[in-house]
């Protein structure tokens, strides 16, 4: 079992940056891809960004590119989604994910390990 901790949610101005990180613990000696979801209110859940565990390939959605940027540290089984000029349409609930298989996370979503989240809020 692998155990994700999200934190660095809150409220920020539009246009403002947050940095959320993601804590993984337990079985974290087998190598897991890393990504963050997001659910607005009324929404499904959606893709936002992952990045593999050796390599540092990354992907994103198209609403985030050029604005968001995924990056994790190993040694602290750490990953970070740094957010910056932010928008309204960014509010939701952000979820840390982890999964062996790398496509999981933008193809179908079904990944096996999840956070609880953390609410991101940005006001116009």
């Known amino acids: 079992q692998v155990q994700l901790v999200e934190s660095g949610g809150g409220l920020v101005q539009a246009g403002g940056s947050l940095r959320l990180s993601c804590a993984a613990s337990g079985r974290t000696s087998i190598t897991y891809h890393m990504g963050w979801f997001r659910q607005a209110p009324g929404k499904e859940r959606e893709f936002v960004a992952t990045?593999?565990?050796?390599?540092?390939?990354?992907d994103y959605a198209d609403s985030v590119k050029g604005r968001f940027t995924i990056s994790r540290d190993n040694a602290k089984n750490t990953v970070y989604l740094q957010m910056n000029s932010l928008k309204p349409e960014d509010t939701a609930v952000y979820y840390c994910?982890?999964?062996?298989?790398?496509?999981?996370?933008?193809?179908?979503?079904?990944?096996?390990?999840w956070g609880k989240g953390t609410l991101v809020t940005v006001s116009s």
């Open positions: 994910a982890a999964d062996s298989n790398y496509s999981q996370f933008r193809t179908t979503g079904l990944v096996r390990y």
């Open positions: 990045i593999k565990w050796i390599g540092g390939t990354t």
